[in-house]
């Protein structure tokens, strides 16, 4: 097949907004990176999905007719128009530079993810694909997830294939790829291996909490959305007891493959209660850096490069907790040509033409899935 373009959207647990990007690829290699850009929502927007966001229990298997049920439609219908007008857009971005997108990747808005509940995983994201489909007059791939949970695999992390096909550009390898968004994840890469489902070319999965418990932190004392330029926790103390109190340990050392729901290690906030902002911001951080760098147990050998990407990247203070604890050189993802704000974005792009091939999404390497996993619907318009 050849290389074509497709358009990525991605709306992470921080649910700030809509990140959107176009990759042209074959599914295999990357050719090229089109435009891409961050769509903010808006004061007031998507309060339905937020309320399903916020506790999506009232709403799982909710009755027809019922309260709940109309809530949940409309956070269905919310999530879809709004990846609809980030995808316009865009397009009239890409319409300017000759990349005209014949597939969309749409990965949804992640409520619930339990792949592991012992009455049978399953894991849940908002978004009505063939809506989408319909809205945009072009094919979109989506429900990327649920293939490989029903398989017995945790459906997390999808990133490790891009990530692969991102060593094989860069031309180095093995390296790690962090990213830090609400939940951290890291994917060792060795681009030497014949494709990213062979054994020994990938291992992937959750580290732990990234930005999520900090975030939640400074809402909670400040009204920010987060810890800015990690400013807070640089001028706060690690309090070493505290971090004592919670069971985010047994996860680090827990081998892959292992995922996490954005909200799995609330009680680590609770051990903050009593902690100045900043305390609570430094030793937040810290837990979050010290999961990171847990990775390096479970890894196949070390890799030489940790190249940062997400949100997290940009929280100087916790980058260099991080890079005082791995054993490697630490970088921005910019420090090596990539994106690391789009690279979820690209990512969804890249397996939505995987997914047009049939190819496989998931390994028993990333995600514990018995074998090779294809995965994804397509609706057509």
Same mark, same amino acid.
């Given at each position: 097949m050849a290389a074509i373009w497709a358009l990525g959207? =991605?709306?992470?647990t921080s649910f700030d907004g809509i990140d959107a990007a176009l990759v042209k690829t074959d599914g295999e290699s990357v050719e090229a990176f089109g435009p891409g850009a961050a769509f903010d929502y808006a004061?007031? +927007? =998507? +309060?339905? #999905? /937020?309320?399903?966001? *916020?506790d999506w229990r009232p709403y799982r298997g909710a009755a027809a007719?019922? $309260?709940a049920a109309a809530t949940l439609a409309r956070a269905q219908a919310e999530v879809t !128009?709004?990846? !609809? #007008?980030a995808s316009a857009r865009l397009l009239a971005r890409a319409e300017a530079a000759l990349a005209r997108p014949e597939v969309v990747g749409f990965h949804g808005q992640t409520v619930a993810h339990a792949p592991d509940d012992p009455q049978g995983g399953w894991t849940w994201q908002l978004g009505d694909g063939a809506g989408l489909a319909r809205a945009l007059n072009r094919p979109v791939a989506w429900d990327f997830r649920s293939a490989d949970v029903a398989a017995g695999g945790q459906g997390a992390p999808l990133a490790p294939f891009y990530h692969f096909a991102l060593a094989r550009t860069l031309g180095r390898g093995p390296v790690c790829f962090l990213n830090l968004g609400g939940v951290g994840n890291v994917s060792w890469a060795d681009p030497e291996a014949e494709g990213p489902e062979a054994p020994g070319a990938l291992v992937g999965f959750d580290t732990g909490p990234a930005n999520a418990l900090v975030d939640d932190w400074m809402r909670a004392r400040t009204g920010e959305s987060c810890d800015r330029d990690g400013a807070a926790a640089a001028a706060g103390r690690v309090h070493e %007891? /505290?971090?004592? *109190?919670?069971?985010? $340990?047994?996860?680090?050392? /827990?081998?892959?493959?292992?995922?996490?729901?954005?909200?799995e290690f609330a009680q680590a906030l609770e051990a =903050? +209660?009593?902690?100045? &902002?900043? %305390?609570?911001?430094? &030793?937040? &951080?810290?837990?979050?850096?010290?999961?990171? !760098?847990?990775?390096q147990a479970h890894l196949p050998k070390a890799a030489a490069t940790w190249i940062l990407c997400g949100g997290g990247r940009l929280n100087p203070t916790l980058a260099a907790m991080i890079a005082g604890q791995v054993e490697a050189e630490v970088l921005p993802a910019e420090a090596l040509g990539l994106d690391g704000d789009l690279m979820e974005a690209q990512c969804f792009a890249y397996l939505a033409v995987r997914a047009l091939r049939g190819l496989p999404l998931s390994a028993p390497a990333t995600t514990g899935v018995p074998a090779p996993m294809p995965g994804g619907r397509i609706s057509r318009p």
């Open positions: 959207l =991605m709306s992470g004061p007031g +927007e =998507m +309060e339905a #999905a /937020r309320a399903v966001h *916020r007719g019922s $309260e !128009a709004a990846h !609809a #007008a %007891d /505290r971090l004592r *109190r919670n069971s985010i $340990e047994a996860f680090v050392v /827990r081998r892959p493959p292992k995922s996490l729901d954005r909200n =903050m +209660e009593g902690l100045s &902002t900043e %305390d609570g911001a430094a &030793t937040l &951080t810290a837990l979050s850096a010290r999961c990171a !760098a847990g990775a």
